[in-house]
């Protein structure tokens, strides 16, 4: 085999024993694992009246990130609509008077039906603008419900601020 030019062997454990040869033992050890989660300690959460607060790990709902002064991180550059696998995103792009940037998005939805949170869109973001939040809770009446604009986007910093100290710090 051939590897960037070099040739690389590819080596196979031969001194397997028969037993270890028929996978007895580690299919053993599945059941073992299996087992003790069924007999072991049970945990049940009473959902509606006990709420989980996730870790700032948790890909939740994508949401735009609003500054202080109330305009939106975001600089239309694109990146996330085109790296999302669902293409869930979709954005319009235009000029902006303010002089920190130079682009701002006069529309960016998302359909929520097909986001995946996989998380790309926040990966691919160069400004920190689309990040994953902790909210797991998604209820539409209607499928026009679940495309989400820019109101139903924009959340304050302050509150997104647990995800972005982890992803500056992970990344």
């Known amino acids: 085999m051939k590897d960037n030019g070099q040739t690389t062997k590819q080596v196979r454990n031969e001194n397997l024993s028969f037993l270890q040869r028929t996978y007895i033992p580690e299919i053993a050890k599945g059941l073992v694992l299996t ?5 072991g300690k049970k945990f049940t959460r009473q959902y509606p009246e006990e709420r989980w607060t996730p870790p700032a790990s948790f890909r939740g709902r994508p949401v735009l990130v609003q500054e202080e002064n109330g305009t939106e991180r975001c600089v239309a550059c694109g990146l996330c609509a085109r790296v ?3 293409l869930a995103i979709e954005m319009q792009a235009s000029e902006t008077p303010l002089y920190d940037k130079e682009r701002y998005p006069v529309k960016f939805e ?11 869109c ?8 689309i990040v994953m939040s902790d909210e797991y809770e998604l209820v539409f009446d209607k499928m026009e419900d ?3 604009g820019k109101d139903k986007l924009l959340i304050p910093k302050k509150k997104l601020q647990k ?3 982890f992803l500056r710090e992970y990344k």
């Open 84 to 86: 999302c696998p669902a």
């Open 35 to 39: 087992f003790g989660k069924m007999f």
């Open 122 to 129: 926040e990966e691919a973001c160069p400004e920190e603008a």
């Open 163 to 165: 995800r972005l100290d």
């Open 146 to 148: 679940a495309v989400f």
């Open 110 to 120: 998302i359909n929520m039906l097909r986001c995946i949170f996989c998380g790309f």
